[in-house]
């Protein structure tokens, strides 16, 4: 059963932006701490953001502080991450995931039971 599906990827210009959606079926993501991981090739998959439930506290790594932000829609069970200033290093394969136990929120990819299968983002002039 299909319960994460991302979408809102594609290529964009150097300071351009986009908007990625996780949309969920079968769970409700209100009750989950919520990530975004991204993933280029040959390079390890990293964790780029996470919200934690009922609270709605955030947090983002170094790399993306300051240009990204992730938040929730309730009404439309869904969680974005909302991308500016985007730089070519920010290509990869971006993977949301929700965690039914980690109430605060991680960067630590086992502590996620769901995944969805990933968008691509290319940042590219």
């Known amino acids: 059963q299909l319960q994460l599906v991302e979408s809102g990827g594609g290529l964009v210009q150097p300071g351009g932006s986009l908007r990625l959606s996780c949309a969920a079926s079968?769970?409700?993501?209100?009750?989950?701490?919520i990530a975004w991981f991204r993933q280029a090739p040959g390079k390890e998959r990293e964790g780029v953001s996470y919200?934690?439930?009922?609270?709605?506290?955030?947090n983002y790594a170094d790399s993306v502080k300051g240009r990204f932000t992730i938040s929730r829609d309730n009404a439309k069970n869904t969680v974005y991450l909302q991308m500016n200033s985007l730089k070519p290093e920010d290509t990869a394969i971006y993977y949301c995931?929700?965690?039914?136990?980690?109430?605060?929120?991680?960067?630590?990819?086992?502590?996620?039971?769901?995944w969805g299968q990933g968008t691509q983002v290319t940042v590219s002039s």
């Open positions: 995931a929700a965690s039914p136990w980690n109430y605060s929120g991680s960067y630590h990819p086992f502590e996620y039971d769901y």
């Open positions: 079968a769970i409700t993501l209100d009750y989950y701490a």
């Open positions: 919200i934690s439930r009922s609270s709605g506290s955030t």
